[in-house]
């Protein structure tokens, strides 16, 4: 587990709020850890967030984080990997945080089935550029130090285009 630091967090979370992505949101927090992300967007104005993490460690973290924070309440942890939850849930998410281990490879597969649940954008943490396949749109990519945090959204559908009235 590699948590995010506190200068990424707090410089992630003021991108999130200058693009109206927190407040009301149902976030949906990958590659959980200690859960600190997901707990922060709690604090920040989003209504609930659900917590995946395959480790047990790290999801007794969470719960005692959640209770430590005073959001239980607004939250759900789920035990599994990423992959098997996007594949699995039929709820809608208004922002996703993704930062999963640096050594992760298959975010092409992960953002292929994230797309299917996410209506708004999503974090993406990584030490190296990661190629967003055709479906989003990258609204901002910033350096801190050894971690490059990418924000994407879903493509908006395109309008078919009306023909030329003759």
């Known amino acids: 587990m590699r948590p995010t630091a506190d200068r990424v967090r707090e410089a992630v979370f003021n991108m999130l709020a200058s693009l109206g992505a927190l407040d009301g949101a149902r976030v949906l927090d990958l590659f959980a850890g200690s859960g600190a992300l997901g707990i922060e967007a709690l604090s920040r104005g ?8 395959r480790d047990a460690a790290a999801r007794r973290a969470i719960e005692a984080n959640l209770a430590a924070t005073g959001l239980a309440g607004r939250a759900r942890l789920v035990g599994g990997t990423a992959e098997a939850f996007l594949r699995a849930t039929t709820e809608r998410f208004d922002l996703a945080l993704v930062d999963p281990p640096y050594t992760y490879e298959d975010w092409r597969s ?16 990584s030490d190296r550029p990661i190629a967003v396949p055709d479906g989003w749109d990258v609204e901002r990519e910033k350096r801190y130090g050894g971690t490059l945090v990418t924000i994407i959204r879903p493509s908006a559908p395109r309008a078919p285009t009306d023909p030329e009235p003759s």
């Open 46 to 53: 989003a209504d609930h967030a659900v917590f995946v993490e």
């Open 110 to 125: 992960l953002l292929s089935a994230l797309a299917r649940v996410l209506d708004g954008p999503a974090v993406l943490e």
